[in-house]
């Protein structure tokens, strides 16, 4: 259990959209990952649940460092360094100690205002993928389910953040996540384990704990599939016979191209049942 200090912060979902019932529009919204009501405090650690840009995606994992208003952050966004770069009055300057007294002070003041300049968002500071921090006001996003005619039915306004200290596998669909530790004692069904272990972007960044081979289990259909595909590439792998005369076409396309390569490939062969069966279903 971790502890954490200080305030709470909740921010609840506002739900609109052109249905009324709200018992359907909470089924509707209650697939989205974006929660009802969102709880935090400083030292969360907290997961992005929607893509920012190149850097920040669905799946960057941060931790909230403060609270702070649209104004606040404006002031914060200019000088970083001189609240968190680590470095203790005492090592400084006389000269660079007043500096760093007064902008703080002028921050301090602002931030005291805060609650009258607007509303207070989390600032979380993101682990970037080239081991950069990136350090991020996060305000609301919205999720919506839409008809194909363009309207509405639901949408949620939320911050785009979870808490992190875990997920179960089925929230975790989806995600790519950097470092992650994985427990596999539970693993129920087929294909649970696979979509668990995909979720690292790399090994070095996977921690595995309670590991049975038994437990990764792949559904029969998937099996067969991959097998029908290795009876194809079987088939295709057989020497080719003298093309009929005339003038050879040119494939336009890698589909077309993939198809004369096959029709070629098979005549002058004699495929068993079981390949003439997958060939029929390919074509």
Same mark, same amino acid.
């Given at each position: ?15 609109t959209?052109t249905?009324?019932?709200i018992?359907?529009?909470? /089924? ?10 969102? &709880?935090?405090?400083?030292g969360a ?13 669905n799946?960057?994992l ?7 208003s649209?104004?606040? *952050?404006?002031?914060?966004?200019k000088?970083?360094?001189? *609240? ?5 009055d &005492? ?10 007294s /007064?902008?703080?002070?002028?921050? =301090?003041?602002?931030k ?7 509303r207070l968002?989390?600032?979380? /500071? ?7 921090i990136r ?10 389910? &839409? =008809?194909?005619?363009? &309207? ?5 306004s ?7 200290w ?5 929230k ?9 530790k994985?427990d596999?004692?539970?693993? *129920?069904? !087929?294909?649970?384990?696979?979509v ?10 996977l921690?595995?704990q309670?590991f ?13 599939f ?9 088939? =295709? !792998?057989?020497?080719?016979?003298? !093309?009929?005369?005339?003038?050879? !076409? ?20 004699? *495929?068993?049942?079981e ?9």
């Amino acid at each position: 259990m971790r502890s954490l200090v200080g305030k709470s912060y909740k921010y609840e979902a506002r739900d609109t959209g052109t249905i009324t019932d709200i018992a359907m529009r909470d /089924k509707l919204l209650s697939n989205m990952m974006a929660p009802k009501v969102l &709880e935090l405090k400083k030292g969360a650690q907290v997961m992005l649940i929607k893509n920012m840009d190149d850097g920040l995606v669905n799946g960057s994992l941060g931790k909230v460092s403060a609270f702070m208003s649209e104004k606040t *952050f404006e002031l914060y966004d200019k000088s970083p360094n001189l *609240f968190d770069d680590g470095i203790d009055d &005492e090592d400084l300057t006389e000269d660079a100690r007043e500096e760093r007294s /007064k902008i703080r002070a002028t921050f =301090l003041s602002a931030k005291e205002s805060a609650a009258d300049a607007g509303r207070l968002y989390p600032l979380v /500071k993101f682990s970037a993928a080239d081991g950069t921090i990136r350090a991020i006001l996060v305000q609301p996003e919205e999720w919506k389910v &839409e =008809l194909p005619s363009g &309207e509405v039915q639901a949408q949620r306004s939320q911050l785009p953040l979870i808490l992190a200290w875990a997920l179960s596998i089925h929230k975790a669909q989806g995600q790519t996540l950097e470092r992650v530790k994985i427990d596999l004692k539970k693993i *129920f069904e !087929k294909g649970q384990a696979y979509v668990a272990l995909s979720r690292a972007t790399s090994q070095a960044g996977l921690e595995v704990q309670n590991f049975d081979k038994n437990k990764v289990m792949a559904h029969p259909r998937v099996a067969q599939f991959y097998d029908s595909l290795y009876s194809v590439n079987k088939a =295709l !792998k057989h020497p080719t016979v003298a !093309k009929p005369p005339g003038p050879t !076409k040119k494939a336009s396309n890698y589909e077309e191209e993939f198809m004369m390569a096959e029709l070629e490939q098979t005549r002058g062969y004699e *495929f068993d049942d079981e390949e003439e069966a997958v060939l029929a279903a390919y074509g």
